[in-house]
């Protein structure tokens, strides 16, 4: 569960990075892209206003300009034209001056291309055109009324539009008045039909909603691109106060288009441009909505937005593939590793109950073997004076000291099972029993003898079954004491001495006892010390002298175990435990323990 | 007839036992928590080498500590050597000491006592007196 768990959080951790990642790539795409947005929007509608609506605009002008000023130039060289004078001033009687003049009327038409050329006199209000005379004008038909105006205007040229709603199409006539303007013998001039213009209009009409209309000072349309917009007024399609403005706006004489900008009813944004052309009160007016303008720039922003999207899944990609490449071999290196520390903790856990276990069974059999040591108490009652140095290597050991008093006597004895630790205990556990048996049997006269009968009783309890992998005995030191005499015998352990002649070492036979190999019939000799006043007596076990440690890992050894019993003279029993102690731990440092230690020492009298 | 060999431990001497060369050397320290155990191989090679009554067999031993119950089981090495000897195998033994470490030598004097084939005790290293 603890894994899954920290897994679940590393994943979390790897998404988070991407997630993060992605995102922030995004936010600087979207940035850059709506900033790119923005100042390319600023820029085009900057254009749009301040070079291509006045290009447009003028250029346009200039078109419908040009034609009228060619109008104007045929119309007043044909005012001045002194044939066509001559004939007027006759009254168009002469029959062959009037047919050269109507072919003049004619060629002109069809020379300079225009929808017609006229003549019409003042005098006898004939209407002549380019076929011939089309009849008379008459003053009270309105129709007529531009002719009697031009001729009280006094105006050498004018301008007319007339939008012929039948025929959809809209003319401008020039008018030039002939001979002197204050007297002037007739009118005449081109009609232009304008259809031609406003198909060019078309060219220029600024994509597919925008609008270009040519109207006159009251508003009316006289020319469009959308041919339906001829014959309405300008009111229909802007709202009243631009309509107003560009109306009323004054650029008479000036070549500068004025440009604004309005939202109309659906709530679009557009852009407008009027200019008045020159020598009329005409306006041309261009408007162009501004998505029309800015409407490519959508598609750069899809554009932009798809890119975007696009480099968002491929970055989401190379992180996931990096992720499962680079990081999944260190998450199964880590998951392997938690696996390992999971199953190490078990079999820690595992061993360490079993530790519990086994110390607590062995502190246990420590107590069982304490059954068998010398009480401190029997050590306090057998003695003047006493101490013992009791060290199993591993809480139990192969060591013991063991004590019993007959009658006046006591017998001491300390004894080195082979092995340490349970083995070794397990030995102790065998080998007291036989002592005590041993003793109370009556043998306790002569440690010799104890330790004698001790080697026959063990060999026959533990090599009956002849087995060679166990060889199993110990070494063995007893004293039997009764008044002022001790009686030792030992079997690969001293006796030492301390009087007042120094340290004397009661060596024991070179012998362990009840090993597969030590002899039956071996005895062991008895020595017997007369003891003085004060004096002490140690036995120890191979342990302490074993001990290895010093400078060079020697053992402990028994010079500098005399040494140390010579040294701790003057020390009271308990002194000189502590003394053995602290010897033996500055001897081994850091050294581990290895064997059994014990030593006993006692004073008698 | 094959050797045998045992890189030494803290608890246990380096056991080197060459056919060829007809030489057991052990070095180092012995006291292993079951001797028996560990010196049981030993036996089992020695006496199959042994059993096939070889001219002669080199021993060279180095132990500056020994406890019991590997002592136990040096010694009954040595048995086996002491019965090859009196079979009439050439047996030689150098046990070498530091002189200066007593229980050391002591170690080496007792084993020196049972045994009748030819035993030298040899100072290594450290000068210093048998005594």
């Known amino acids: 569960m603890n894994t899954l768990k920290r897994f679940s959080l590393y994943d979390k951790r790897t998404k988070w990075v991407i997630l993060l990642a992605c995102l922030s790539i995004a936010i600087s795409m979207l940035l850059t892209g709506s900033l790119s947005y923005h100042i390319a929007e600023k820029a085009i509608i900057e254009k749009l206003k301040t070079k291509d609506l006045f290009f447009i605009v003028q250029s346009a002008a200039g078109k419908i300009e040009g034609r009228m000023a060619r109008a104007k130039e045929t119309s007043l060289m044909m005012a001045r034209d002194p044939f066509l004078s001559d004939w007027v001033s006759t009254e168009e009687r002469d029959p062959t001056t009037q047919k050269l003049a109507v072919e003049k009327l004619n060629r002109i038409a069809t020379d300079y291309d225009y929808s017609n050329t006229f003549l019409a006199s003042a005098s006898t209000h004939t209407y002549w055109a380019e076929g011939g005379m089309v009849g008379k004008l008459s003053e009270t038909n309105p129709q007529d009324a531009w002719f009697f105006q031009a001729l009280q205007s006094k105006n050498p040229i004018s301008v007319n539009i ?34 031609d213009i406003s ?34 007024v300008l009111a229909d399609f802007l709202p009243s106060d631009v309509c107003q403005m560009v109306l009323g706006s004054d650029t008479h004489g000036t070549d500068q288009p004025e440009i604004m900008e309005y939202t109309n009813a659906d709530g679009e944004l557009i852009d407008l441009v009027h200019q008045t052309l020159q020598a009329t009160d005409w306006q041309l007016i261009i408007q162009v909505p501004r998505k029309e303008t800015t409407g490519f720039l959508a598609s750069i922003l899809r554009n932009s937005i798809l890119a975007a999207l696009l480099v968002l899944i491929i970055v989401t990609l190379v992180f996931y593939l990096v992720s499962t490449r680079i990081a999944n071999p260190l998450k199964q290196a880590i998951q392997l590793s938690e696996e390992l520390e999971r199953k190490v903790n078990e079999r820690t856990q595992e061993l360490t109950e079993q530790n519990i276990k086994i110390m607590d069974s062995i ?9 068998i040591i010398a009480s401190d108490q029997e050590l306090v009652d057998a003695f003047k004076d006493s101490f013992i140095l009791w060290l199993p290597k591993d809480i139990v050991g192969g060591d013991f000291y063991w004590l019993r008093k007959i009658d006046t006597k006591v017998i001491v004895a300390v004894a080195d099972c082979t092995g340490h630790g349970v083995p070794g205990a397990l030995m102790t556990m065998a080998v007291a029993p036989i002592l005590n048996h041993i003793v109370q049997e009556g043998y306790h006269s002569s440690p010799g003898e104890i330790i004698t009968e001790l080697n026959l009783r063990l060999k026959s309890a533990m090599h009956n079954k002849g087995t060679r992998i166990t060889d199993d005995g110990l070494d063995i030191g007893i004293c039997l004491i009764e008044g002022n005499t001790l009686v030792f015998a030992g079997a690969k ?14 060596q024991g036979e070179r012998f362990s ?49 005399i040494s140390l019993i010579e040294e701790s003279s003057n020390l009271n029993s308990q002194e000189q435990r502590d003394y053995f102690n602290q010897a033996l731990n500055d001897y081994r440092q850091e050294e581990s323990q290895r064997d059994d230690i014990t030593v006993l020492g006692f004073q008698i009298r | 007839m094959e050797s045998l060999f045992f890189e030494a431990t803290k608890a246990t001497p380096l056991i ?10 052990l070095k180092g320290q012995s006291y292993p928590e079951n001797a028996f155990k560990f010196y049981d191989p030993v036996f089992l090679r020695i006496e199959n080498y042994l059993s096939t009554s070889p001219a002669e067999i080199r021993v060279d031993i180095r132990l500056s500590y020994v406890n019991t119950s590997s002592s136990k089981c040096i010694m009954m090495l040595l048995e086996k050597l002491e019965e090859a000897f009196k079979r009439g195998v050439n047996v030689q033994l150098n046990w070498y000491c530091d002189m200066e470490n007593e229980s050391e030598v002591e170690c080496a004097e007792e084993f020196q006592e049972d045994i009748s084939f030819p035993f030298k005790i040899i100072p290594e290293l450290e000068k210093g007196s048998n005594d």
């Open chain 1, 493 to 506: 352990i001293d006796l030492y001495h301390k009087s007042h002649a120094g340290v004397l070492r009661i």
């Open chain 1, 513 to 561: 006892v009840g090993y597969l190999k030590s002899d039956v019939d071996q005895t062991f000799q008895n020595t017997l010390i007369e003891i003085g006043e004060d004096d002490f007596f140690y036995i120890t076990t191979d342990g302490f002298l074993d001990q290895n440690g010093g400078p060079k890992d020697h053992s402990l050894g028994r010079k500098r175990f």
């Open chain 2, 16 to 25: 080197d036992f060459n056919v060829n060369k007809k030489t057991l050397v």
């Open chain 1, 363 to 371: 502190d246990y059999a420590k107590k069982v073997q304490e059954t």
């Open chain 1, 162 to 195: 007339d939008y012929n709603k039948e025929r959809h199409d809209t003319f401008v006539f020039i008018n030039a008045l002939m001979g002197n303007p204050e007297h002037p013998l007739g009118v005449t001039g081109v009609g232009l039909d304008l259809k």
């Open chain 1, 199 to 232: 198909q060019e209009f078309s060219t220029y009409r600024f994509g597919e909603i925008g609008t270009i209309w040519l109207t006159d000072h009251s508003g009316k349309i006289h020319l469009a691109a959308n041919l339906e917009d001829r014959g309405r």
